[in-house]
């Protein structure tokens, strides 16, 4: 089966602070993805990566960087967290040579600043 | 551009009964459609999935047909229970990323069984 995993189910950060959501598969999956997750607005995603040091901005990018330095791990940076970042945040990798697009997701990390 | 649209929540039954949720989706070439569902405090896990026309995804009595021609994927299950309730994700696949493996999702569905 496939694993992706999340450094924190639960983070509390200050307003200010720079914060780091680790994400890590253990399928060899190629691409993985970033999304935020609130209430009556779905996903929506932040920035994908389809490769090592590749990343592409997503739907929401502001505020956010990415980092991808090796194939199983993909970092979300947030380089000066604002409370306007609370948000459920949730990791997922896929594969293009599985013959489709399945995401498999991590458990989430519901980050809160304060 | 390609979009998902599913009926607006919550949803709430009763246990054992028929379980609707209704999505439709809008999309220029052929694209791979999928639930995701959402337990409380969870990520997302795929439910099922269709790759093509008239094909059926399944899985844990829940069940979905590919409708091309009404652009629909509705979710459907003959006897709802408690735990089935969660928040219910339909997506496509999004062709136009090229090889990325982008999926477009709905805005979610909750569903509440009550017993």
């Known amino acids: 089966d496939v694993k992706v995993t999340q450094s924190s189910r639960y983070l509390v950060k200050r307003t200010g602070e720079k914060v780091f959501l680790e994400c890590v598969q253990d399928?060899?999956?190629?691409?993985m993805f970033w999304y935020r997750q609130d209430p009556g607005l779905g996903l929506r995603l932040i920035y994908f990566?389809?490769?090592?040091?590749?990343?592409e901005k997503g739907d929401i990018p502001e505020g956010y960087s990415v980092s991808r330095e090796k194939k199983e791990r993909f970092s979300l940076i947030l380089e000066s967290a604002s409370t306007n970042q609370t948000s459920m945040y949730l990791c997922?990798?896929?594969?293009?040579?599985?013959?489709?697009?399945?995401?498999?997701f991590g458990p989430g990390t519901r980050l809160t600043v304060l | 551009g390609d979009s998902v649209t599913q009926m607006e929540g919550p949803v709430t039954l009763s246990e054992e009964a028929f379980l609707t949720i209704n999505c439709t989706y809008t999309?220029?070439?052929?694209?791979?459609l999928f639930w995701y569902v959402q337990y409380p405090g969870e990520g997302l896990q795929l439910l099922l999935k269709?790759?093509?026309?008239?094909d059926k995804g399944s899985n844990k009595g829940f069940e979905a047909t590919y409708r091309k021609e009404t652009t629909s994927f509705h979710l459907e299950k003959g006897s709802v229970q408690v735990s089935d309730s969660a928040v219910y994700f339909c997506?496509?696949?999004?062709?136009?990323?090229?090889?990325?493996?982008?999926?477009?999702f709905g805005q979610g569905t909750t569903l509440q069984v009550k017993p």
């Open positions: 997922a990798s896929s594969s293009p040579s599985g013959g489709t697009d399945t995401q498999y």
């Open positions: 399928m060899d999956h190629e691409n």
């Open positions: 990566s389809y490769d090592v040091k590749m990343k």
């Open positions: 999309a220029t070439g052929y694209p791979s």
């Open positions: 269709a790759t093509k026309a008239d």
């Open positions: 997506a496509l696949s999004d062709l136009g990323s090229g090889n990325t493996g982008k999926l477009i």
